[in-house]
């Protein structure tokens, strides 16, 4: 079952939060803490309360998440020189190293394609980080093309 996400999800989202991060640390321990999390517990309950900015999880029979997508709802911006348009931006998807396999982040992908379809949303967006391969071709199987391209170059510190 995927829905909203509620207090009582808190723990094993937080779990997930923590593997999600020891993946981004291992490709880039320059920019991530391992051991940390993207949120902590306050500013989770506060996400949860966001209709802007939805938490889903994939839960198994016993009601346990195994799974979820945080995402962001970014409404038009009026400029001069782009359309107007709604989308829906997938902060993070995440399925528990224990549950990969059984279609569980495909599911979660779904449901949040037909969530930004009924929000209106033009297009669905998210990042994925150099040398995240699996994530990368988990996202090109649903259909998602590259939009853009962020390139960086890190300085020397002298």
């Known amino acids: 079952m995927i829905r909203r996400a509620a207090e009582k999800d808190l723990e094993q989202i937080l779990n997930l939060l923590h593997q999600v991060l020891e993946v ?80 569980i982040g495909a599911d979660l992908f779904e449901f949040v394609k037909k969530e930004a379809k009924r929000r209106g949303c033009y297009h669905l967006t998210l990042n994925v980080w150099d040398g995240n391969s699996s994530a990368l071709t988990f996202y090109q199987k649903r259909g998602l093309k590259t939009q853009k391209t962020v390139m960086e170059m890190i300085l020397d510190q002298e």
């Open 24 to 103: 981004h640390a291992k490709l880039r321990p320059d920019l991530f803490i391992p051991g940390t999390t993207k949120y902590s517990p306050e500013e989770l309950k506060e996400l949860m309360r966001d209709d802007q900015k939805p938490i889903f999880v994939w839960t198994d029979d016993d009601d346990v998440t195994r799974g979820y997508a945080f995402c962001v709802i970014h409404e038009p911006v009026i400029s001069e020189n782009m359309v107007p348009h709604r989308s829906l931006y997938i902060d993070d998807l995440c399925v528990d190293e224990t549950c990969r396999g059984r279609h």
